[in-house]
């Protein structure tokens, strides 16, 4: 690929940061400070659905994945996620996120919270990575691209304003900040290298809007059960 067509194709991907979840209704009021402690509670509970799933997306990618290079880093998604031990990764730290917001690990865990459509959501993106060619999986994970804005936006939200939240709790946004960025990179450079045909280049493109689509179908949800 000449490095203009690389060049359009990447800045067609960094495009979609207009159809990013940031711009939802609900993640505006919450990073203006404007949600009560049951929708943030609601939105933590929610999330976790998510949370927990991600790990399962990126296994099923790995399974797809004939690249020995792709899967020896895919992999550390993983592991990120759900650690090498008990009380560590990512998903502990948002369940600690939950405890410190005031939930209890049951209630998050047993999904009591978890509105139908955040589940099928996140279950079609688990499902668009188990059943889709992997470099669109890869591409749909794209998102993270436009994540650590918001993260730090939401970062500084959350001590600004929500100052019931134990700030320890916070830790997983922290780990993402340096964590998205790293990832994302990894996608761009086998997206790039793998997606060299403008068909395939329009795959991916069109593997990341479906994402975007995800990540703004949970929000709806969940700002349609716990309304202002
Ligand atoms: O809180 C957020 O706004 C947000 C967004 C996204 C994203 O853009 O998909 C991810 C995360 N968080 C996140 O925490 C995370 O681990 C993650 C993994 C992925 C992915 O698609 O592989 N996206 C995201």
């Avoid at 979609?16 to 711009?23: G, K």
């Avoid at 804005?149 to 100052?163: H, I, N, Q, S, V």
């Avoid at 450079?189 to 479906?210: G, K, M, P």
Wanted: glycine fraction near 6%; hydrophobic fraction near 45%.
């Amino acid at each position: 690929m000449t490095a203009t067509l690389e060049r359009d194709f990447v800045a067609t991907l960094r495009a979609h940061s207009r159809r990013y979840h940031d711009q939802h209704p609900f993640h505006v009021r919450m990073n203006a400070g404007r949600c009560s402690r049951g929708q943030l509670r609601g939105w933590i509970a929610n999330r976790f659905y998510y949370q927990e799933n991600i790990p399962r997306k990126d296994a099923a990618i790995l399974a797809n994945c004939p690249d020995l290079a792709v899967r020896r880093r895919w992999i550390r998604r993983i592991t990120d996620h759900d650690g090498t031990v008990p009380g560590e990764g990512g998903v502990e730290a948002w369940l600690r996120l939950g405890e410190a917001a005031g939930l209890t690990r049951d209630e998050i865990l047993d999904h009591r919270h978890l509105v139908p459509g955040v589940r099928f959501a996140v279950d079609a993106y688990v499902n668009f990575a188990r059943t889709r060619p992997w470099v669109e999986a890869v591409a749909s994970s794209l998102t993270e691209l436009f994540a650590p804005d918001l993260m730090a936006e939401r970062l500084a939200a959350f001590e600004r304003w929500y100052g019931w939240i134990e700030p320890s709790g916070l830790a997983y946004f922290r780990a993402r900040l340096e964590q998205a960025p790293r990832d994302c990179e990894h996608a761009l450079e086998v997206v790039t290298a793998y997606c060299l045909s403008a068909d395939a280049q329009q795959r991916a493109v069109d593997a990341l809007a479906f994402k975007c689509d995800v990540l703004w179908a949970q929000m709806d949800a969940i700002e349609k059960a716990y309304p202002e």
